[in-house]
């Protein structure tokens, strides 16, 4: 544990010396800083351009050791940057978007909004009015019109964002040239993206962090947001990288910046225990599962580092595995039925590979197959523990 921490604070340092080296050249072209250190009720300023946001509904801001960080909530929460945000941006023409989020493991992006952030000129917009510029998670598509949204031009991967980590954003323009970066890889990027300052025909008043431009679109909910950023330049490879690089340590700070209360997750050890005392009959799968995931919880308990987030997180997930495991016995593991539960099977994870152990013996072979696609003889099912 000690040699992981050394090399932890050795690569931060790395991390921090190579930010260094290029901060004075990028800070004198940074317009727009969020950082969420500057906060008094729900007002929240930044820093550079001294634009004071608001906290709008459930949005608050949060803190994980020293870094603190926006909160959009389980509701309508966002940040409303007001028009002086929009004032900066409708004034650019090569620019830098970069902004940290984590999106909660069981939140939903499915459907229309999840926006990250927006600049538009009117709070409704429409399939022809009005002009914006805006990025969303459900597709993770950057995307500016110069009226409504049947006059996009932008780029997307198609895919959700990824869910439970901290994650790195950034657009750059040079032109009319976009590129969408995440966590410092190329993703996309499209020719004939429309200029800011010739796309916005007013300032954009709407600017948002975590609202869509659309009225009925979806709020983005059970979001963190950290150091949104706007340059009024499109950045070099290298200072992409750099940014992208500081994902790895929000995600530490989130997860042992202050340590948090340990008593839940005792009792949410505990609990796991006394389930598997007494665990006859069920499938092999869930109880190895189960396993595990308490071993991993005893090493954080005994580590004693392990931040609210975090512990509630491992209290969540223990008590989810507990219901899983006394939701499927080992006898239906065994019926010549169309389907049988994934969790009758073990797989070795990370802890039970640091243990060197496995709940499940080596498999002599693969499961006969009898009578159908998907029924195993009871010999079969003895035998075969895939691992």
């Given at each position: 544990m000690t040699s992981k921490m050394s090399k932890m604070r050795s690569a931060f340092l790395l991390l921090a010396i190579l930010l260094s080296t290029w901060t004075a050249s990028a800070q004198e072209h940074l317009k727009?800083?969020?950082?969420?250190?500057?906060?008094?009720?729900?007002?929240?300023?930044?820093?550079?351009?001294?634009?004071?946001?608001?906290?709008?509904?459930?949005?608050?801001?949060?803190?994980?050791g020293?870094?603190?960080?926006?909160?959009?909530?389980?509701?309508?929460?966002?940040?409303?940057?007001i028009r002086e945000a929009g004032a900066v941006v409708k004034g650019l023409a090569d620019f830098t978007v970069s902004v940290y989020y984590r999106v909660d493991k069981n939140a939903s992006l499915s459907g229309a909004g999840y926006f990250l952030w927006c600049f538009s000129q009117s709070a409704a917009n429409t399939q022809t009015s009005a002009p914006y510029s805006a990025y969303r998670l459900n597709a993770q598509r950057m995307a500016t019109s110069t009226g409504g949204w049947g006059s996009e031009v932008g780029m997307e991967t198609g895919a959700e964002a990824t869910k439970?980590?901290?994650?790195?954003?950034?657009?750059?323009?040079?032109?009319?040239?976009?590129?969408?970066?995440?966590?410092g890889k190329k993703?996309?990027?499209?020719?004939?993206?429309?200029?800011?300052?010739?796309?916005?025909?007013a300032v954009p008043a709407y600017c948002w962090i975590g609202r869509a431009p659309f009225a009925t679109d979806s709020y983005l909910k059970q979001t963190l947001v950290s150091d949104f950023r706007v340059y009024d330049?499109?950045?070099?490879?290298?200072?992409?990288?750099?940014?992208?690089?500081?994902?790895?340590?929000i995600e530490q700070d989130y997860r042992y910046?202050?340590?948090?209360?340990?008593?839940?997750?005792?009792?949410?050890?505990?609990?796991?225990?006394?389930?598997?005392?007494?665990?006859?009959?069920?499938?092999?799968?869930?109880?190895?599962?189960?396993?595990?995931?308490?071993?991993?919880?005893?090493m954080e308990l005994k580590a004693g580092r392990a931040s609210q987030a975090l512990i509630d997180q491992y209290v969540s997930e223990l008590q989810a595995v507990?219901?899983?495991?006394?939701?499927?016995?080992?006898?239906?593991?065994?019926?010549?039925?169309?389907?049988?539960?994934?969790?009758?099977?073990?797989t070795v994870t990370s802890a039970s590979r640091r243990r060197g152990?496995?709940?499940?013996?080596?498999?002599?072979?693969?499961?006969?197959?009898?009578?159908?696609?998907?029924r195993l003889s009871s010999a079969a099912v003895v035998r075969d523990r895939t691992i």
């Open positions: 727009l800083q969020f950082n969420f250190d500057h906060v008094s009720g729900k007002s929240v300023t930044d820093p550079v351009s001294g634009v004071t946001a608001q906290l709008m509904n459930e949005a608050s801001v949060v803190s994980y020293s870094r603190h960080v926006l909160d959009l909530g389980n509701g309508t929460g966002y940040l409303d940057m439970g980590k901290w994650t790195h954003v950034l657009y750059r323009q040079s032109g009319q040239q976009g590129e969408l970066f995440i966590d993703v996309a990027q499209a020719a004939g993206m429309p200029v800011l300052s010739k796309a916005f025909t330049t499109a950045l070099a490879d290298g200072e992409v990288a750099t940014l992208a690089k500081v994902a790895d340590q910046g202050t340590p948090g209360d340990f008593a839940t997750l005792q009792t949410a050890i505990g609990e796991g225990q006394a389930f598997l005392s007494s665990a006859t009959g069920y499938a092999p799968g869930a109880v190895a599962k189960m396993e595990d995931m308490i071993l991993q919880a005893q507990t219901t899983t495991a006394s939701a499927i016995p080992a006898a239906s593991c065994r019926k010549t039925t169309s389907t049988v539960p994934s969790n009758c099977w073990p152990t496995s709940s499940a013996p080596t498999p002599t072979r693969r499961p006969t197959w009898r009578h159908g696609p998907r």
